[in-house]
């Protein structure tokens, strides 16, 4: 374990320091420069680790825009932090919560242990709580602070828990109206003091499994950072950090916002630094002169905050900060945390490389539904899906906070379904009146968007962006038809979102059925899915508007209309003017393509029969001619107004695909579709490959490529095309 050692400025009798002077040397300055010299301090910091003790991931780490570099690594931010701290003996590790909790396999496998003992080897000196910690409740927490085996065996036998303080200034155990644990701590460098007071969002009673935190409250953080403030100062400290698991955001511009900008206008200006977290973000900038620092997530990159410490008055003059990748090239990693990482990986290797099935493709970690025409994502069905087959229910709801982690093409094992799954909430089954339901997914559209994955449903929904709320519009069932607001209907989610969901908790009329833990329900239903595995984003959950008023929010198109309309796609007849069911002709489509790939023209084409059209249609064209998204009829005729078939569009928006892509799309291409067989070649290709992507759809078996495409159509197929990534 590594010891610190902080410099102490060495002291000389009044006679000694003058007999020196007096007999060897003219009076010199130094002794008072020592006494006056600012002391330099340096504070390194990471946020919401989530036990990701042996996470990598691909980062933009010099900003040209490509994700290149790997980042990560216990072994790597160790060794990183080291060579900073290098540069100044004077250096104290701190972090701002969420270190523990929603961690993969390696680490949740022995309740979280293996991270505690990493930030030992590390030499962390002080850390707050997130939310996370509390995931299995107020005991389970004060164990993993104070040490002792567990309860149930798991972990590892003789843990003595964590040999650095943890604060909280406003976290209390209601039953004996005392704080869980130390408001602050105060570390001592060079005869300077310094204080850290911890803070936790307000909202973590609501963000945690109810069991084991049933007499867990958490006050106001202002007027607890405040209070212990003020106490502080009484003791003569007047360099005052705080650690706070509560979100910061910054613009580009540099401006910062958040919780923590809002704490930092209200708070004592004794304060100097917040070290923020929760939301995951890069940031650095200052509010009120207190400097705001938050580094990411996952151990990939940590905060390194210089400050200086006026020796007269103990407070902080000047204060600087820089948040860091940790980037594994051009650096040896931590040989320590390195056999910390192998020890438990080699115990947990053959559950985690047990390999459940395959994926057919990549899927990018995606936590919560998205806004637009598909807002669900293929992950977060998977998981709704499992649930709702495992538990035999009608519907199935999952927390987006609860999914952790995408999935990558190939074997897909168990250890990779339990950094997606990692908490180990058991399958809740209860019923609820259609009516019921409503409210359930009204609840969970908030501010910051919506929150659940489904299955057995889909819904359509409104969403003010400026003011930031929204309400479900129309439920429809699989078949679908419309929920019954009287129906009953059965619902399964997970124990926590059953004990911290208001709107489920109100709603529900009987008491849970139990089920297995969710991570056994996923990937015994990934077991049963034939290999390789393909999940979608389908558009269960689609976003709504009014821009329209001829493409009414019960329409079957209004999302795709209204994504495009939102994005400059498309324009209507008029200001209120869709026409859905007009025809759409052969320049409309072009231009639309253009706009969707934001293509600029160069040069001209060699139609002769666009003279009655815009300049800006007319260079549309031309941009569509030169990037080879359209042909003419005939050497200098395009036919603009001529109406464009089935067939046709779909061709041209393959060749827009590989526009797009950079290649052409190289799949099965095989088709359903019976009606094909005049089509030239390129067609035949193209209406197969949009049918495999889940573009088009047929009228069963039959495409009717010679049909004319409707405007409605179009919105549709160039929607999923731009959505598809």
């Known amino acids: 374990m590594k010891l610190k050692k902080f410099r102490i400025l060495g002291t000389y009798s009044l006679l000694s320091a003058l007999a020196v002077s007096t007999y060897l040397i003219p009076f010199s300055s130094t002794y008072v420069k020592a006494e006056t010299e600012n002391i ?6 990471i946020n919401d680790l989530h036990g990701q003790i042996d996470y990598s991931s691909k980062a933009d780490v010099n900003g040209d825009g490509k994700k290149e570099e790997i980042v990560g690594g216990a072994e790597y931010l160790s060794a990183h932090m080291k060579e900073h701290e290098a540069d100044n003996e004077n250096t104290f590790y701190v972090h701002a919560g969420d270190i523990i909790g929603g961690s993969p396999l390696v680490s949740g496998a022995f309740q979280d242990e293996p991270v505690v003992e990493i930030m030992k080897e590390m030499g962390f000196d002080v850390g707050t709580v997130g939310n996370h910690e509390f995931d299995e409740g107020i ?7 104070k040490g002792g085996d567990h309860p149930e065996g798991k972990g590892t036998k003789g843990y003595d828990g964590m040999n650095f303080p943890v604060v909280a200034a406003n976290a209390y155990d209601k039953s004996d109206g005392k704080l869980i644990l130390p408001p602050y701590a105060v570390k001592e460098v060079d005869g300077a003091k310094i204080g850290f007071i911890g803070v936790v969002t307000t909202e973590t009673p609501g963000m945690v499994i109810k069991k084991g935190n049933e007499n867990l409250q958490i006050t106001d953080e202002v007027k607890a950072i405040n209070k212990y403030a003020k106490e502080l100062k009484e003791q003569g400290v007047k360099s005052i950090v705080v650690l706070a698991h509560n979100p910061s955001i910054q613009e580009a511009n540099g401006a910062v916002s958040g919780q923590t900008a809002e704490f930092a206008k209200k708070i004592d200006d004794e304060v100097d630094i917040i070290f923020a977290g929760h939301n995951h973000q890069f940031t650095n900038g200052v509010v009120d002169n207190k400097l705001i620092v938050q580094s990411f997530e996952y151990g990939q990159a940590f905060g390194d905050v210089d400050i200086e410490i006026d020796p007269s008055t103990g407070d902080i003059v000047k204060k600087s900060a820089t948040t860091e990748w940790v980037t594994q090239e051009g650096i040896k990693p931590d040989e320590k945390v390195k056999s910390i990482l192998e020890k438990y990986n080699e115990k947990v290797k053959p559950v985690k490389e047990e390999v459940i099935s395959k994926s057919a493709v990549d899927y990018p970690s995606q936590r919560y539904p998205g806004f637009g025409p598909v807002g669900d994502h293929p992950v977060g069905n998977m998981i709704a899906d499992g649930m ?15 999914v952790r982690a995408g999935i990558d093409k190939g074997d897909i094992t168990f250890g990779e379904l339990y950094t997606i799954q990692p908490f180990g909430n058991v399958l809740n089954k209860f019923t609820v009146t259609g009516a019921g339901l409503r409210e359930i997914l009204d609840g969970q559209i908030t501010s910051y968007g919506l ?8 819904y359509t929904y409104t969403y003010d962006h400026n003011a930031k709320r929204g309400k479900v519009v129309d439920i429809f069932l699989p078949n679908g038809k419309k ?15 059953f004990g911290a969901d208001q709107a489920i908790i109100d709603n529900a009329l009987d008491q849970p059925e139990t089920g297995p833990v969710d991570i056994d329900a996923t990937s015994n239903y990934v077991r049963s899915l034939e290999s390789p595995v393909h999940f979608k984003a389908e558009g269960r959950i689609q976003e709504v508007s009014s821009i329209f008023k001829d493409v009414p929010l019960n329409s079957w198109s209004n999302p795709y209309v209204s994504y495009l309309a939102n994005e400059g796609v498309v324009k209507g007849k008029s200001p209120e003017v869709f026409a859905p069911f007009s025809p759409l002709n052969r320049a409309q489509f072009a231009s639309m393509l253009v706009r969707a790939l934001d293509l600029k023209a160069e040069g001209t084409s060699p139609f002769k029969d666009l003279d009655k059209m815009d300049k800006e249609t007319k260079d549309e064209i031309t941009a569509a ?7 003419g009829t005939s050497d200098t005729t395009f036919e603009p107004w001529e109406p464009i078939s089935r067939s046709q569009m779909v061709t041209m928006m393959m060749r827009a695909y590989e526009v797009k892509h950079g290649a052409p799309y190289e799949g099965e291409t095989s088709t359903k579709f019976t009606d094909l067989k005049t089509l030239d070649s390129e067609m035949k290709k193209a209406v197969a490959a949009a049918e495999e ?3 088009i759809e047929g009228y069963g078996d039959k495409f009717k490529p010679y049909n004319g495409a409707t405007r409605e159509q179009m919105a549709k197929v160039v929607s999923l095309f731009l959505l598809d990534k």
């Open 483 to 497: 929920i019954n607001p009287s129906e009953k209907y059965t619902v399964v989610v997970n124990n926590y979102m």
């Open 388 to 402: 709702r087959e495992t538990m035999d229910a009608d519907i199935a709801l999952m927390n987006g906070g609860g």
């Open 40 to 45: 330099k301090v340096q504070l390194l910091s």
């Open 625 to 631: 001619y030169k990037a080879g998204l359209i042909k």
């Open 693 to 695: 992507l889940g573009y």
């Open 139 to 145: 005991e389970e927490l004060r164990r993993m602070v």
């Open 451 to 458: 929150d659940y994955s489904i299955s057995g449903l889909r």
